[in-house]
């Protein structure tokens, strides 16, 4: 099992392979066509060779190091193994026209990982070719003279899973196909020109005079061939590669502990089966009994942290089908121990009733028999905390339920000789009850402890009260908070100005194994009706803001999407639902439970070509955007900031082919706009206005991968605002001249849109080049300020570059009514005049976002950061460390901060999640000096 | 008949120590002095609950720098560990939030105390005494053979509670243990670096605070450890400090320490680690807690035991015993012949023997280091190390082994559930916690 089944049932045929780790002469019959080999003439094939067991013990080849072996005879590549070819191989290589095929596992993505290689890549000495691939993206580079050419897939490849690989040089152009499918072309001419000087060929590794990457992985069979495959050979490569069909990929929800649910809906009708277990051996099997397309799977007796791997077969008319070998980790699993209720406890039953059915937090003041307590935790999945001041009582009710083993795991009793005031922080309890007929406390108190958004209090004459949400607490319901992208939601945090205006309200989970590395410019974490939702390493947790209580928790392994500053979120929510863009679908899972409600598909002329781009909601419409296959960006292992100074690959924007509207009613689709390549970091939507820049230069439509640097973008764009309820065109403009670029010089660093009650807001970096086209690092941002009724240009304004490193060149805007900031300064609005004052210090990679009475980014000495409009000041608290995008939220009345900066592994980060509350509402007595320092 | 008594009487008599705090003494030696009777059988198992860990685990990667395998570097709570003496075995639950005293011969529940959240480290016992901290910013000691309530203190700065992970602790935890020598008891309350820490020292025997002492922008956590004239206390990411343990004055940060496994040599060096996620292996270095300074590094290496001058460690596959004396001596000699020899200018002919004999000597005694190595056998990753007399025990994942520490022979071992993280050698006894909650306790065969 260690190899994919895929390729199981072609054993038989492996097992007649020829030594064959040399060159063939040119009349020698080919012994073996292996399954993704081209059906080329023998005279084609000019070398192979299949790094496994019998020609390494043979020695055919040489392994660097001792050799180790899986299951399947392959050699290990880790460490520093790799092969040193014969230097004679390297004087056969052809010059004008040629194939090299593998088939690969990469298991671990780095930087310039070599899988065949003969060159040399010294400063402006490029030389030879390699098949390989940088971070997780194969590559095929080859030099005709001058610098390395590189193909590269735009699509990220999945560690572990095999790919059959084929690179191609025709004298003409380099060609990159992984599985068959062509992921890259560029242009190229003339003869292949080798390296002069000693240079090792080599498989495993890409090495050179001075430099040696060697891979993690396995390299099952390698070969050149001096002939270039046909249509119809890739069509077989392709078709072979084929792996499941999903309509609806693949995603794991954790139930309760050691039990999660693996759902999919399948493309085709078939036999379906799951083979799972704790390595990528993988074990167990289990079949679904499901008749029609989709499936749902209970997995039990999964082991407490552990990582999982699994793989989806289905059967078709041409046999099984594999899916690749996905993950989920059973450490992310927080789902609360279910009880048996051993009867149906009256007061419990009216006192849950029409509570959303979650894990969450109880709190009751004063005990009686106990009996309420153990009821609410048998009938609910809350975490129950019980006060009470009779200690006798407390310690015989601790032993009972200790023993039987629901102490400090779903109950927890404490003693508390006085019972009016409870030193508990406000705003947690889900449901704050009494066991007693008499309350031991004022109402105001159980009042004081009940969470926001919908938490309940019952009195124990049976009122219930349902608390409102904090006056003043904003939505942060989309990737700047709310549609129209202006990182501020009028959320007022109680006042707050400085840090030490805010207390700790929660700490914990998730940990820094939730995410993927600092959370790369990925999407921000929301937070609606009182849920936080948050997204690590393609998984998703929704806790409860107010207490911490991880609600639920998926792992989606098609889910990442990252470099949001030059793209859009993958997701949003509302009161009730969180939607998130997955391949071509959009999921709406219910935000309690995480169960998927429906899924909402593209335009019928994208389902096969596009995936799920842009994503909004407001009022009953929802939207959504189609954007080419391969052109969201997925990368974020090595050098994956996206932020580096006018470099094309860290200028280009994804781009949306359409835009639609969907109805909440019925889930269906209303409308789509679809014109030129709409940018998709520019689409903001407010108050039925949907406003976004518009590229509508048709050559660039018809050629483009849905990727573009702003040096090819930059070319008939357009503002555009439609009616978002409609899809119809209120008004388009020519966009204006930008401030710095022009069609000869300079570029657009990053792009975004934001809008206020009254304009539609763009914002461009723009930054400088010199006389050879080169970055001179310096820039500016340009402001475009649009009256949102007719798109009329209200200013265009300037300020200056703080830096060009770290994020401060493609700082996001923070936009209020009357001003706007973005680093280190800003413009005020209407007029567009710059700011009298700076903000600061921004330190680090973070964007910055808006409360009423401040900014909060990441300061001083790269700490979490309030800086203060009144004052002018910052505060900071010392080693929390945000993401390199967003990470952090002024919402619910807290300051939510769930865990981003795992994986930066100098500096004595937290590496927690948590969330403060105002001081104020807090619980904490307000002394007379802090009252009179706040006015 | 007469010789059987007699050297039954000795084992009885060799295998009365106690193990009364966390890692056996204040110094978290790991080390025993007395060797267990062999072959042991599993007397009895208690399940104590899944361990409810303050911190989950480090990161996947730094995938920017291609670091993966990150260590962590706050996991000092991965099982119930336990304490022991006078038949009594002690561990604090971070599952039910309670302190249990458990019969050594039968496993049978003598008393349990609850506190109002999570117990991470064992009671230390002092004479009729169990001292304990809880994540609810108490400190609580109670009588050892009756678990009757003597005294609580509330080292937080105010009796608030917040959630965490689905439990209400201060922000204030006491997550150091107690440390108890010469009449004091030493505790911090501490959480978050924005907030105020706390250094508690009171009398032990009358319960009366000698002096509290506050501490900003650190995160006291891991057992605290005392010698000398000082204490040390780890705070996992960031580098563990040094203070007086007469006033609680802070008197440094051991920076080339970090984590949250430390112990201190009978000459005050500090074992620890790992000091920082950026080292591409796990490492644990040897500091100068005067100075500083690094004395040595372990590469590949999450625990080490150090007893007579040797340490035991597992390193690159590897079960090793090494001279850690001469291994000490050695690297002092070539450090301070490499600072001669970067004195020295090759440019002044003069000089250029002396160069040579500089470079000649560093040759030699890297050649030298190679001896250091006592013996070594191929072997699994141990979780755990101690020493119990002439044996040396690794705790593993679902076994635990006992070799003989002189030459790495394998004398003994068992299955356990789970992972081995907490080993026990007290009073003839050896008792194991794992990952899973599990406490297993082997004895003599009868």
Same mark, same amino acid.
């Given at each position: 099992?260690?190899?994919? #089944? ?37 005279? @084609? ?10 020609? %390494? ?7 660097? &190091? ?18 040193? !070819? ?57 030099? *005709? ?9 735009? +699509? ?80 077989? %490569? ?57 499936? &749902? !799977? ?40 279910? #009880? ?11 006192? !849950?009733? @029409? ?13 009686? @028999?106990?009996?309420? *307590? ?9 975490? %129950? ?15 009972? #339920? ?14 508390? /000789? ?10 947690? =309890?889900?449901?704050?009850? *009494? ?9 105001? &108190? #159980? ?15 049976? *009122? ?65 009706? =009182?849920?936080?939702?948050? +997204? ?129 009613? @019925? ?54 605002? !439609? ?34 009650? +009254? ?81 600061? /210090? ?94 | ?446």
């Amino acid at each position: 099992m260690e190899e994919d #089944l895929i390729f199981a049932r072609f054993q038989i045929s492996r097992t007649r392979l020829v030594s064959a780790s040399h060159f063939h002469s040119r009349c020698m019959k080919p012994l073996y066509i292996a399954l993704f080999s081209i059906s080329t003439a023998c005279s @084609d094939i000019i070398a192979e060779w299949n790094p496994n067991k019998s020609q %390494i013990e043979n020695q055919t080849l040489k392994a660097s &190091e001792t050799p180790e072996f899986d299951t399947n005879g392959n050699l290990i590549f880790s460490n520093n193994q790799h092969l040193i !070819l014969p230097e004679d191989s390297a004087k056969k290589l052809p010059l004008n026209k040629f194939a090299v095929e593998a088939r690969v596992r990469i298991d671990q993505p780095q930087r310039w990982g070599g899988i065949v290689s003969y060159s040399q890549d010294n400063g402006q000495y490029e030389r030879g070719w390699i098949l390989g691939f940088n971070g997780d993206h194969f590559s095929f580079r080859l030099s *005709t003279g001058g610098l390395l050419l590189e193909a590269a897939a735009p +699509q990220s490849f999945e560690p572990g899973h095999w790919a059959h690989l084929l690179g191609t040089y025709d004298g003409k152009k380099i060609q990159l196909y992984v599985n068959g499918v062509l992921a890259s072309s560029r242009p190229a001419s003339g003869p292949i020109v080798f390296p002069d000087i000693p240079t090792p060929f080599v498989i495993g590794a890409y090495k050179d005079k001075d430099e040696f990457y060697p891979i993690n992985g396995r390299i099952s069979s390698v070969r050149i061939l001096d002939s270039l495959p046909s249509q119809k050979e890739l069509a077989d %490569i392709a078709k072979k590669s084929a792996g499941v069909s999903f309509s609806v990929r693949p995603a794991v929800r954790f139930l309760s502990p050691g039990k999660a649910l693996l759902n999919w809906e399948a493309s085709h009708p078939g036999k379906a089966i799951v083979a799972y277990g704790p390595t990528r051996k993988l074990g167990a099997v289990i079949e679904s009994t499901s008749e029609n397309l989709r499936h &749902e !799977l209970i997995l039990e007796n999964l082991q407490p942290h552990t990582r999982y791997s699994y793989r989806i077969s289905s059967e078709t008319d041409d046999g099984p089908r594999f899916s690749p070998i996905y993950e989920f980790d059973t450490g992310m699993n927080y789902m609360p121990k279910s #009880l048996v209720a051993e009867n149906n406890h009256p007061a419990a039953t009216s006192y !849950l009733a @029409d509570l959303p059915a979650q894990p969450g937090f109880a709190v009751v003041v004063g005990l009686s @028999d106990g009996s309420l *307590t153990k009821a609410l935790a048998a009938q609910s999945l809350l975490n %129950i905390t019980a006060f009470d001041d009779d200690l006798e009582r407390v310690n015989a009710l601790r032993k009972k #339920l200790y023993t039987e083993g629901l102490h400090g795991t779903r109950i927890t009793l404490i003693y508390l /000789p006085d019972l009016k005031t409870i030193p508990l922080t406000s705003c947690v =309890g889900n449901l704050v009850c *009494t066991e007693r007929t008499t309350l031991p406390c004022p109402p105001s &108190e #159980l009042a004081r402890l009940t969470r926001p958004n919908g938490g309940r209090t019952v009195l124990p004459d049976g *009122t219930v009260t349902s608390r409102d949400p904090i006056p003043g607490s904003g939505e942060w319901t989309h990737q700047y908070g709310p549609p129209s992208n202006t990182a501020y939601t009028g959320e007022r945090l109680g006042g707050s100005q400085a840090s030490g205006d805010l207390e700790l309200q929660w700490i914990g989970r998730p940990g820094a194994n939730f995410g993927i590395d600092r959370q790369p410019r990925m999407s921000a974490p929301l937070a609606s009706n =009182g849920r936080l939702f948050h +997204q690590g390493l393609n998984r998703i947790m929704t806790l409860d803001a107010f207490n911490g209580q991880i609600l639920w928790g998926m792992e989606i392994p098609d889910l990442r999407r990252v470099n949001i500053p030059h793209d859009c979120a993958n997701w949003c929510a509302d009161d009730n639902y969180l939607y998130v863009a997955i391949k071509d679908l959009l999921w709406v899972l219910d935000g309690s439970t995480g169960k998927r409600i429906t899924t909402l598909k593209l335009t019928a002329d994208h389902r096969d070509s596009h995936e799920w781009g842009y994503i909004a909601q407001e009022g009953e419409v929802v939207i959504g955007s189609s954007v080419r296959l391969g052109a969201e960006f997925k990368k974020y292992f090595g050098d994956a900031w996206y932020d580096k100074v006018g470099r094309d690959s860290d200028t280009a924007n994804v781009l949306s082919d359409n835009i639609s509207g969907y109805s909440k009613s @019925d889930w269906k689709g209303r409308w789509s706009y679809g014109r030129g390549l709409i940018i998709n970091p520019t689409i903001s939507l407010s108050d039925g206005k949907l406003c976004f820049l518009e590229c509508r230069n048709p050559d660039l439509k018809n050629d483009t991968s849905g990727r573009e640097a702003t040096k090819n973008l930059w070319k008939d764009i357009y503002t555009v605002c !439609l009616d978002a309820n409609t899809g119809k065109i209120i008004w388009e403009k020519p966009f204006p001249k930008t401030l710095l670029r022009t069609d000869e010089k300079g570029f657009i660093q990053v792009s975004y849109g934001a809008m206020t009650s +009254q304009g539609f807001l763009v914002t461009l970096s723009e930054g400088d080049t010199n006389e050879e086209g080169k970055p001179t690092g310096k820039g500016i941002f340009s402001y475009h300020y649009f009256d949102l009724a007719d798109g009329g240009l209200n200013f265009q304004s300037q300020t200056n570059w703080r830096a060009n490193h770290h994020g401060a060149h493609i700082s996001h805007p923070v936009v209020y009514e009357d001003k706007v900031y973005t680093d280190p300064t800003g413009i005020s609005l209407p007029d567009g005049k710059p700011l009298d004052h700076k903000f600061g /210090p921004r330190e680090g990679c973070s964007a910055v976002v808006g409360t009423s009475y401040g900014l909060l980014l990441r300061g001083i000495d790269r700490c979490l950061t309030f800086w203060s409009h009144d004052q002018k000041k910052p505060t900071h608290w010392p080693r929390l460390r945000p993401s390199c995008w967003l990470s952090f939220l002024p919402s619910q009345g807290l300051f939510l901060v769930p865990e981003g900066g795992g994986g930066c592994s100098c500096g004595g980060w937290m590496e927690t999640s948590l969330a403060f509350i105002p001081r104020n509402d807090s619980g904490i007595p307000v002394s007379k000096k802090s009252e009179e320092s706040k006015k | 008949m007469h010789s059987t008594l007699i050297l039954l009487v000795l084992c009885a008599v060799a295998s009365a120590t106690p193990w009364p705090t966390y890692r056996h003494d204040n110094r978290r030696s790991g080390v025993s002095s007395d060797t267990l009777a062999l072959p042991l059988a599993e007397a009895w198992t208690h399940d104590g609950g899944a361990p409810q860990q303050a911190w989950t685990g480090p990161a996947k990667w730094d995938a920017y720098s291609s670091n993966e395998g990150l260590q962590s570097m706050r996991n000092f709570d991965p099982c119930h560990f336990t304490t022991a003496n006078h038949g009594l075995i002690y561990f604090g639950s971070s599952a039910d939030n309670a302190v249990h005293c458990l019969d050594a011969k039968t496993g049978e529940e003598k008393w349990l105390h609850f506190t109002n959240s999570s117990v991470r480290f064992p009671p230390t016992l002092e004479g009729d005494k169990a001292w304990f901290g809880s994540d609810d910013g108490f400190v609580y000691c109670a009588n050892a053979h009756t678990g009757k309530p003597l005294w609580k203190k509330r080292a937080a700065p105010s009796d608030r509670l917040i959630p965490s992970n689905g439990k209400l602790i201060s922000p204030w935890p006491v997550r150091t243990g107690v440390t108890v020598e010469n009449g004091r008891a030493w505790f911090a309350a501490s959480l978050v670096p924005w907030k105020t820490s706390y250094l508690w020292c009171i009398d032990s025997h009358s319960s009366e605070v000698a002096y509290v002492t506050e501490h900003k922008e650190v995160t006291l956590q891991g057992a605290m450890l005392a010698g000398g004239d000082r204490l040390y206390i780890p705070q996992g990411r960031a580098a563990p400090i040094a203070l007086d343990q007469e006033n609680g004055k802070l008197t440094g940060q051991i920076g080339q320490a970090g984590g949250v496994f430390c112990l201190l040599t009978e000459d005050n060096q500090l074992i620890a680690g790992p000091p920082s996620q950026k080292e591409r292996d796990e490492q644990i270095r040897i500091a100068d807690t005067t100075s500083g300074k690094r004395l040595t590094t372990f590469n590949n290496t999450n625990r080490v035991v150090v007893t007579k001058g040797k340490a035991f460690l597992h390193s690159n596959d590897k079960l090793q015993c090494l001279d850690l004396v001469r291994k000490g001596k050695l690297e002092a000699t070539i450090a301070s012949e490499q600072a001669a020899l970067k004195k020295l200018d090759p440019k002044i002919e003069a000089q250029l023997p002396e160069i040579e004999k500089l470079k000649k000597s560093i040759s030699q005694s890297r050649a030298d280091l190679d001896g250091c190595l006592l013996w070594q056998i191929d072997h699994a990753t141990p979780v755990e190390l101690i020493i119990a007399g002439d044996q040396l025990i690794a705790g593993l994942n679902n076994e635990v082994i006992i070799f003989e520490a002189s030459t790495g022979k394998q004398l003994w071992k068992a299955p356990v559930k789970g992972k081995a993280y907490g080993l026990t050698p007290a009073e003839g006894r050896l008792i194991v916690s794992t990952d899973l909650g599990h406490i297993h306790t082997f004895a003599p065969k009868p």
